[in-house]
């Protein structure tokens, strides 16, 4: 007997054992379509795949062959549902006697009788043919192949894999001075299971599922360069996608996004940033502490300063690799505390008056 009454042809081809010849010559097409080598770009890890599309569908497509194999694997139909119901050993044999019965007094539909035997390979070859000219082969191209119920291997396109572009966010510093990172990229590879043979003892690799390849996780150390700017790429070669037939891998790109700082903005090795004082300390001026790249500092701000006076702290900017080093630049803010005390918006009354005292004054000259 013969290896294919171990596989489940109706899984094969993705139907069910109650389908018809149409549906099994129309699943047949799509996954010619899908698996036939010379119909994606060559690729030699679906030929064993489409020769076993093939034989299920040989074998489905052919009553008597059908009928067998039903019977061995119990997929009988009863009465009562349209469903076949799972194998019954000791119905088995009767079931495919009463096939066999059924197929010598009763005349099968035209389809089938019309079809001399071992015509079913000449369906199919009519159906991929029709794929090919879809698809602008050449005919005679396609006859070499055709000749051979198996797919040819000989001629392989290379398919170049697919680049891979991820965004990679690092600090003012870092794009400054340069840095050293490790991306996590998700690629294509050979899969390790089946290594790429798609099958295993017969039957489908449970890693792949059938496919050969799959997509791995795979830690890269990069180094990024000094001076990188917002939105470059930095390559790094043949990390994407597994190219196919001889073809070349593609590349990881690494989208650099600077981030954005909420408390400096930069220029350079120049640093700006906002200080907050209170208006008694513009009026009289006071210490205050600041935090610059450089660390923590206690900065100077003299008497009657206004608001958006800038102070220059120098040399506490950002430093490079070079040992040079940038300026802090100080914007001063005034603003209120959160609650004022009775006894402080007293004094601020007293001020609203003195004030408008004051302006009364100067308007009367
Ligand atoms: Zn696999």
Known sequence: MNNYFYKNLYEILGIEPTDDLVKIKSAYRSLARKYHPDLNGGNELYVSKFKEISEACEILMDKDKKALYDAFKGYVKTETKSKYTQPDPQKAYRAYKS???????????????????????????????????????????????????????????????????????????????????????????????????????????????????????????????????????????????????????????????????????????????????????????????????????????????SQGQKFRLSAHGLKDDKGNIGDAIVTVRLDLPDELTEEELELYKKLSQLCKRREQKESAK
């Open 99 to 305: 096939a066999q019965n059924t197929k010598n007094t009763k005349k099968e539909n035209a389809e089938d009788t019309n079809n001399p035997k071992g015509s079913f390979s000449q369906v199919l070859n009519d159906i991929l043919e029709g794929l090919f000219k879809e698809q602008g082969i050449n005919k005679t191209e396609y006859a070499k192949t055709s000749q051979k119920t198996q797919p040819k291997r000989g001629k392989k396109t290379p398919k170049d894999g697919e680049d891979i572009t991820t965004e990679l966010e690092i600090s003012y510093l870092e794009a400054l001075n340069g840095t050293h990172r490790t991306v996590n990229i998700l690629h294509s590879e050979i899969c390790p299971n089946c290594e790429g043979k798609m099958f295993i003892n017969g039957s489908q690799c449970p890693l792949c599922k059938g496919l050969g390849e799959t997509s791995i996780h795979k830690k890269i150390n990069v180094k990024i360069p000094k001076n990188v700017k917002q939105n470059s790429k930095i390559r790094i070669a043949s990390e994407g996608n597994r190219g196919r037939n001889g073809g070349k891998n593609g590349d990881v790109y690494l989208l650099i996004k600077i981030k954005n700082d909420e408390k400096y903005t930069y220029d350079g090795l120049n640093v700006s940033f906002e200080t907050t004082i209170y208006p008694h300390e513009a009026v009289f001026g006071t210490e205050h502490r600041v935090e610059t790249p450089q660390g923590a500092i206690k900065m100077k701000i003299p008497a009657n300063c």
